[in-house]
């Protein structure tokens, strides 16, 4: 299965953006999402685990969820700040396989 | 709290096998928190996940590299590794090692800082 996600997306300080995720075969809700950060030059970290968890660490701006009905998730960035400009990208699985999606560069300006 | 460390060579040539190695501290690679996970970056490109090893040795690996990799744990030095054969330009990427948590072992979490990996003659 693959995992498409938007090239890219832009919005201004203070807004709120979505980035989809969506499944192209098999159930969303079967398998969960996470949901990386990746900084120019820098390892990915974790933003969101398990469709919606944030780690200690991730401000609250950061939320995860799944809508069944577009076999896709999303991940939602409130209150944007500068420093939230970065690539993102949506993991999942199936039972042979894990995939990420292609990723979604941010950019806040 | 559980860090990682990529090594190996920086550039390989065609067809050759690549070796890295992923050292993992403040924690044993056997605990059973984690399942420990290659994945790579070609430049500019996104993530793919290479394949990865339980802690009690069981392997699994991306269907469409499976027939050329080789993910082995070493207990006695608390590392494990990945070995890809008959190289090409198109392997080249910056190669990270990561350790897989979560409720169901599915989580990328941690990574380490990667390797760049460049095939050429």
């Known amino acids: 299965f693959m995992l498409t996600q938007p090239h890219s997306v832009s919005e201004s300080p203070g807004k709120t953006v979505t980035i989809s995720c969506t499944r192209s075969?098999?159930?969303?809700?079967?398998?969960?999402v996470q949901w990386y950060q990746q900084r120019p030059g820098s390892s990915p970290t974790t933003v969101i685990y398990e469709d919606n968890q944030r780690p200690s660490g991730v401000p609250d701006r950061f939320s995860g969820s799944i809508d069944s009905s577009s076999n896709s998730a999303s991940l939602t960035i409130s209150g944007l700040k500068t420093d939230d400009e970065a690539d993102y990208y949506c993991q999942s699985y199936d039972s042979s396989n894990q995939v990420f999606g292609g990723g979604t560069k941010l950019t806040v300006l | 709290q559980v860090q990682l460390q990529e090594s190996g060579p920086g550039l390989v040539m065609p067809s050759q096998t690549l070796s890295l190695t992923c050292t993992v501290s403040g924690g044993s690679i056997t605990s059973g928190d984690y399942y420990w996970s290659w994945i790579r970056q070609p430049p500019g490109k996104g993530l793919e996940w290479i394949g990865y090893i339980s802690y009690s040795g069981s392997s699994y690996y991306n269907p469409s590299l499976t027939s050329r990799i080789t993910i082995s744990l070493d207990t006695s030095k608390n590392q494990f590794s990945l070995r890809l054969n008959s190289m090409t330009a198109t392997d080249t990427a910056l190669y990270y090692c990561a350790g897989v948590g979560g409720l169901d072992l599915n989580w990328f979490d941690p990574w380490g800082q990667g390797t760049l990996v460049i095939v050429s003659s």
């Open positions: 075969s098999g159930s969303i809700d079967n398998n969960y």
